[in-house]
T-cell receptor
């Protein structure tokens, strides 16, 4: 399958700081990237959908000014958690899809565990 | 709107036995795709198998097979010859096909524990 990388895998930061998470598609061009959040023992919750070169579409209840998404190229999307608070602590997973895939499958990065102190 | 239902929060299976993880779905789309993902404790989401609504045959990938019953709107995952490494969370998901940026909709997941 296609490979999606995510960096960093773990980050611990102080309350009030900003954290940037990178998501890269390594062996394909991702026309669409998705960002999910997952709380312990729960399913994935979609935060936003982004297309290269255009603004992200945020799900209801997700603050776009707090979770900044930049899909700068067909292989890179970034999520910046601004002014992080302890309640932002979670597991963040990115996913990428290419329209060239025969099954239109979404491939996921390994996730980033964010802990805000 | 689409909805995925996984009614089994947890399942146990003996090593080397087969196990079926249930998934039912609801959609008004005529053309859609069904997916299963495995999430081990490390957190990564591993794509396992795909079934298109138009596929007449059930999908198979190694020890994984998808029991697709379109009339019943079910897409159960069958894992044969279970291994200890199969212990993980399993998520069923779907999305309409040819619909641009529509993301996957996930079920709540089933935690599978393989017992030696």
């Amino acid at each position: 399958g296609a490979v999606v990388s995510q960096h960093p895998s773990r980050v611990i930061c102080k309350s009030g700081t900003s954290v940037k998470i990178e998501c890269r598609s390594l062996d394909f061009q991702a026309t669409t990237m998705f960002w999910y959040r997952q709380f312990p023992k729960q399913s994935l919750m979609l935060m936003a959908t982004s297309n290269e070169g255009s603004k992200a579409t945020y799900e209801q209840g997700v603050e776009k000014d707090k979770f900044l998404i930049n899909h700068a190229s067909l292989t890179l999307s970034t999520l910046t958690v601004t002014s992080a608070h302890p309640e932002d602590s979670s597991f963040y997973i990115c996913s990428a899809r290419a329209s060239t895939f025969s099954t239109d499958t979404q491939y996921f990065g390994p996730g980033t565990r964010l802990t805000v102190l | 709107a689409q909805k995925i239902t996984q009614t089994q929060p947890g399942m146990f299976v003996q090593e080397k036995e087969a196990v079926t993880l249930d998934c039912t779905y609801d959609t008004s789309d005529q053309s859609y795709g069904l997916f299963w993902y495995k999430q081990p404790s490390s957190g990564e989401m591993i794509f396992l198998i795909y079934q298109g609504s138009y596929d007449e045959q059930n999908a198979t990938e190694g020890r994984y097979s998808l029991n697709f019953q379109k009339a019943r709107k079910s897409a159960n995952l069958v894992i044969s010859a279970s291994q200890l490494g199969d212990s993980a969370m399993y998520f069923c998901a779907m999305r309409p096909l040819n619909s641009g940026n529509t993301p996957l909709v996930f079920g709540k997941g089933t935690r599978l524990s393989v017992i030696a």
